[in-house]
């Protein structure tokens, strides 16, 4: 099982990206998965959630502008990010068994991540 990112990029601000991950494996077995976020000198923190009954949780500071979502017969999760800003750039990593305590987690809370995908907007 694995988890493998696509659809980073580089736009400008007030763009949209749309993230993917392949998740075979985990959404069929029902994980918690998400995607967490570390831009270069900041800390590791999560930016949206997503648990097996669709139920979803935002970082406040993507809350109206990015959606998670995912796809379970394909066994895929998304991550729709849009009016994105200089601050959203960092790597964006597809996690599941998301296990933190208390939302917005910041720190390395979950099992499994994959090698992340870049985003980068410019102002």
């Known amino acids: 099982v694995q988890l493998v990112e696509s659809g980073g990029g580089s736009v400008q601000s007030g763009g949209s990206l749309r993230l993917s991950c392949a998740a075979s494996?985990?959404?069929?077995?029902?994980?918690?998965m998400g995607w967490f976020r570390q831009a270069p000198g900041k800390e590791h923190e999560g930016v949206a959630i997503i648990d097996e009954n669709d139920i979803t949780r935002y970082a406040e500071s993507v809350m109206g502008r990015f959606t998670i979502s995912q796809d379970k017969d394909k066994e895929m999760l998304y991550l729709q990010m849009n009016s994105l800003q200089p601050e959203d750039t960092a790597m964006y990593y597809c996690v599941a068994d998301v296990c933190g305590v208390s939302w917005p987690y910041r720190g390395y809370e979950y099992n499994y991540r994959g090698q992340g995908t870049q985003v980068t907007v410019s102002s």
């Open positions: 494996g985990f959404i069929s077995r029902g994980y918690y």
